[in-house]
């Protein structure tokens, strides 16, 4: 892959790619999954699978639109989306996590509509399901790295005030932090992660490239920072081992990143378990 | 000093959904007072202490924070508060002691600007008041819940509030930490002239520590200064909490209220 790395511009732009993605969707899965809002990843996945959807009908139906990326209504749809389960989750202010089951709902069911409408599924669409090591064109890359810049440097700015809302909302507004609009910029961001990760590691394994990471790193870390730290890199590993495997084993890359990090996770698991009954063990003698 | 008071509620009256919870309560705290807030389980106390904070809108009424109109207040720093329900946040969270204290600097430190190691140690410093500078590098989760208690007052504390709010600050914690807390709210309230209101149900040893107290069912029943609230006699806290109470004198002299339905 090595050699092929320099040769092959698809390559180039699914690991540079991918290597973004390995960074910023772990970084904002750490405030998800604190927040137990992991299935946030998942609805904004399946909604911008209605916006790849759409963008396939159109172009099949309107000539005017043959050459747009799908990837990038992708994104229009997930970001509708987040702004939709944010508005939801305020009407529904003691069942906040009902806001999801209906965007994932919703988004299925449109989804699917479109797709027949658009003469079913063809192999595009199977790539936007599991990723691709080839559909990342130079454009769709540049986009993920202004994303992935634009990520980094607002979780850096607002670092304070997402930990506080993550730890306790209460607190939060009596430290006078703006919930609503961090809120809506944070739901923003993961939906514009979701619609880059997924050409990568396809829709149906997104949200798994934002939370087991995370899983693996909770084992782990006692402070947040650390948990930060540590899902990055199994994210990151999980992207390289992952693609790497993919190329070679000529399967889609989504199967062989995520089950990188379920190794990863199980082999955390695993070296906690040890480490436990050896400290027991040492306790004991 | 400033010559305005801490806290203005205004004929405020609250409800959710419903039913009324807090009815037309007018009150006043001056700087420097060392407030108890004492009532019934159910009589609106936390509520009112939402209202306050402008945790939760009044239907009716007015509230003033330092003088300002609660939606207009910004200056949050100069708030210290412990919510009764601290402690319920998720366990599982991964942040040390240090972290959650440090996040009690946000509304000092302000928007755009970052932790530095100035706030670290003023972190340190809040958590050796409560005596839990040994713990800062421990994991929130694996602490008890006393010891989570008193790493939340060390998180309402870090930011030198002028108005300390503290909902039933003590519960969970053992009864010398208890005396040690007592101790720790004298020293603020005497010595750094911070303000301080507490709700709890301990009335033996809030009225000997308080200069003032409140009691209230939805409306406020009481409100003057502890002195005189021992005199407030045992048929209106009858009254007041709808069934028998009997004021039991423990061997250490300290009261508490004993419901007997
Ligand atoms: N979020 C809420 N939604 C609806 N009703 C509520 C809510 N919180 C409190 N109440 C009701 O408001 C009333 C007052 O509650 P509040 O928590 O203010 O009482 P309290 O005096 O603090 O009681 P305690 O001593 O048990 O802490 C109760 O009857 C309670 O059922
Ligand atoms: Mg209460």
């Not at chain 2, 969270?93 to 932790?115: H, R």
Request: charged share 15%; aromatic share 8%.
């Amino acid at each position: 892959m090595i050699e092929s790395f320099f040769q092959y511009e698809f390559l180039q732009n699914a690991a540079i790619t991918g290597i973004l993605i390995g960074l910023i969707a772990p970084l904002l899965g750490v405030f998800i999954v604190v927040r137990r809002l992991s299935l946030i990843a998942d609805a904004l996945s399946h909604i911008t699978l209605t916006g790849i959807a759409a963008s396939l009908l159109l172009e099949k139906r309107v000539t005017a639109v043959q050459d747009w990326n799908p990837v990038y209504m992708g994104m229009v749809f997930s970001v509708a989306g987040a702004i939709l389960i944010e508005r939801l989750r305020k009407l529904y202010k003691h069942y906040e996590e009902l806001a999801i089951p209906i965007i994932l709902s919703g988004g299925i069911g449109l989804g699917v509509i479109l797709i027949s409408l658009a003469d079913g599924f063809n192999t595009d669409l199977f790539s936007y399901l599991f990723g691709s090591v080839t559909a990342v064109d130079r454009a769709s890359m540049w986009t993920v790295l202004s994303i992935t810049v634009a990520v980094i440097v607002i979780v850096i700015l607002f670092y304070k005030e997402l930990f506080v809302l993550s730890f306790d909302e209460e607190h939060a507004a009596t430290s006078g932090v703006n919930a609503r609009w961090i809120h809506l910029l944070f739901i923003v961001m993961v939906a514009l992660v979701i619609a880059s990760s997924m050409q990568v590691v396809g829709i149906l394994l997104v949200s798994a490239l934002m939370t087991l990471p995370v899983a693996a790193a909770l084992r782990l870390s006692k402070s947040f920072k650390q948990t930060i730290g540590l899902s990055i890199a199994f994210g990151e590993t999980s992207v390289l081992v992952g693609l790497f495997s993919s190329y070679h084993l000529s399967v889609p890359p989504g199967g062989t990143i995520v089950m990188t990090a379920i190794l990863l996770l199980i082999m955390t698991i695993l070296y906690k378990k040890m480490s436990q009954q050896l400290w027991i063990k040492g306790e004991a003698s | 000093m400033n010559n305005y008071p801490i806290v203005e509620m205004d004929h405020v009256s609250f409800k959710y959904e419903k039913e009324t919870v807090v009815q037309d309560v007018s009150l006043t705290i001056d700087q420097g007072q060392f407030l108890g807030l004492v009532g019934p389980n159910g009589s609106g106390k936390s509520t009112l202490i939402k209202l306050m904070l402008g945790l939760e809108k009044q239907t009716k009424g007015k509230i003033r924070l330092f003088g300002q109109p609660i939606k207009q207040f910004k200056d949050w720093k100069e708030i210290g508060f412990v919510s009764q329900k601290a402690n319920s946040f998720n366990s599982g969270f991964p942040a040390t002691v240090l972290e959650v204290v440090k996040a009690g600097l946000v509304s000092k430190i302000g928007t755009f600007k970052f932790f530095n190691k100035k706030h670290k140690e003023k972190a340190l410093s809040a958590l050796k008041t409560v005596g839990m500078e040994a713990y800062a590098h421990s994991n929130i989760g694996d602490l008890s819940g006393g010891q989570q208690q008193r790493v939340f007052i060390a998180r309402a504390l870090v930011s030198d509030p002028s108005l300390l709010i503290l909902d039933e600050p003590t519960v969970g914690v053992d009864s010398k930490h208890v005396t040690e807390f007592y101790n720790l709210l004298g020293r603020l309230n005497k010595e750094e002239g911070i303000t301080l209101l507490m709700v709890t149900h301990d009335i033996g040893t809030i009225t000997d520590h308080a200069t003032h107290v409140i009691c209230m069912n939805k409306t406020v029943h009481f409100h003057g200064a502890s002195e005189e609230y021992d005199e407030f006699n045992e048929q209106d806290l009858n009254r007041l909490y709808g069934h028998s109470v009997q004021q039991l004198t423990h061997n250490h002299d300290h009261h508490e209220v004993y419901h007997n339905d």
